[in-house]
């Protein structure tokens, strides 16, 4: 790999003399990131290595070093094998399974950098667990949500980045900066891809400010999915379907996966209802059994998710597809670090999260969703 300091010499010749504004915000960030790599440093517990290198890979540069593991009597130990005295750190540590686990190496490893002096920290976490627990529901219930929002502060964090967060208003659970990415932009144009028709959104009235988002991305109607949860089981008892869904073909669309005990009851309702086919996707494919087997054995054409959570390669099967978000997060982890703003990925610079990177076997291909001119023919 070429030294960033090399790539960046090396662009100043192309343009001629010192690098400009431009070069700093170009596509990609390439530029941006050889001329600032050693000024900021990406890193990462055990919960989601993959998607960080896949972060670093997109930036340009390697993934900081740290040891992380676990001592025999269970106690969590981390060492940051880097200097990173007023650095801008971003720690890429998604709460996902073993939950409680990732949280307290995320915890532990703010800490670390904290004592260790960084500039700024942002918790990059792409995933944010207990997300459910956001209000009471109940009598003599905690609110978790604010609990592990106050401990990432207490821990060191200035900033969190993070991706379609249960309920928005887990945002207002911080004293800090967050920003809130969304896959609502990947996911549509995955299915714009392949151009199928008469097309309804499902969802649930929980997710249907993102839902309308990606209904009007792929210029089709949406129905709403009226649900009650049963009491405290990862199961809900449908009410009713509110939209025309007969005759068409189905995308069901949430925030995540669990044990897709929902997920089967939709499918049911819209089967009631008349549907012609149906695909399912979803943020995070959290996948706790027996969602697996439930969507295996499901009519279900094909289940999208991204790799916010990793998935093991047992739960890898035909009708489960992963996105990765990896580009995503590292454009914004680039515009954080320039000052500039992470909110216009999903605004005028919308091409750019409409990009798909799939990481397959190691290797990297792109799908876009920009016309090719004609005659064009993929390498």
């Known amino acids: 790999m070429t030294p960033p300091t090399a790539r960046a010499r090396s662009e100043r010749e192309v343009h001629g003399g010192e690098a400009g504004t431009d070069d700093l915000v170009s596509d990609f960030g390439t530029v941006g990131a050889a001329l600032l790599a050693e000024e900021y440093g990406v890193y990462t517990g055990n919960a989601n290595p993959d998607l960080a290198r896949k972060i670093c890979r997109y930036l340009g540069k390697e993934l900081g070093g740290a040891e992380v593991f676990e ?13 990173v005295r007023q650095m801008d750190v971003y720690l ?13 190496e995320l915890l532990i490893m703010l800490d670390a950098f904290k004592r260790a002096s960084a500039g700024r920290i942002t918790a990059v976490v792409p995933y944010y667990s207990y997300g459910r627990s956001d209000k009471k529901d109940q009598p003599r219930v905690p609110i978790t949500a604010r609990l592990i929002a106050d ?14 967060l249960h309920q928005g208003q887990i945002q207002g659970f911080f004293n800090i900066p967050v920003d809130e990415l969304t896959a609502v932009h990947l996911l549509s144009n995955y ?3 392949k151009q199928l028709e008469n097309l309804v959104v499902v969802t649930d009235l929980g997710f249907a400010k993102r839902a309308r988002t990606f209904a009007e991305l792929l210029d089709a109607p949406l129905a709403v999915i009226e649900k009650r949860r049963v009491g405290n089981l990862d199961r809900a008892e449908l009410m009713n379907v509110i939209g025309e869904v007969r005759g068409r073909r189905a995308i069901i669309v949430d925030d995540e996966i669990d044990t897709a005990g929902t997920l089967m009851e939709v499918v049911r309702a819209l089967q009631r209802e008349g549907t012609d086919e149906i ?5 995070h494919g959290v996948l706790s059994d027996p969602a697996v087997e439930r969507i295996r054995d499901s009519v279900l054409r094909e289940v999208v998710v991204t790799d916010t959570i990793p998935l093991p390669p047992a739960k890898r099967i035909a009708k489960i597809k992963t996105l990765s978000v990896a580009p995503l997060i590292g454009e914004a982890i680039r515009r954080i670090h320039l000052g500039q703003s992470v909110g216009a990925l999903f605004s005028s610079e919308i091409e750019l999260v409409q990009e798909m990177v799939l ?3 190691g290797g990297m291909r792109t799908i876009t969703s920009r016309p090719e001119p004609a005659g064009a023919t993929n390498a």
């Open 92 to 104: 890429v540590q998604p709460t996902c399974s073993p939950v409680n686990k990732s949280i307290m």
């Open 151 to 164: 401990m990432v502060q207490v821990a060191g964090a200035d900033r969190v980045l993070t991706m379609d």
């Open 71 to 83: 001592f025999a009597n269970e106690n969590i130990f981390t060492k940051i094998l880097d200097n």
């Open 359 to 361: 990481w397959e076997d």
């Open 279 to 283: 695909y399912a996707c979803a943020t």
């Open 191 to 193: 299915f714009r891809q």
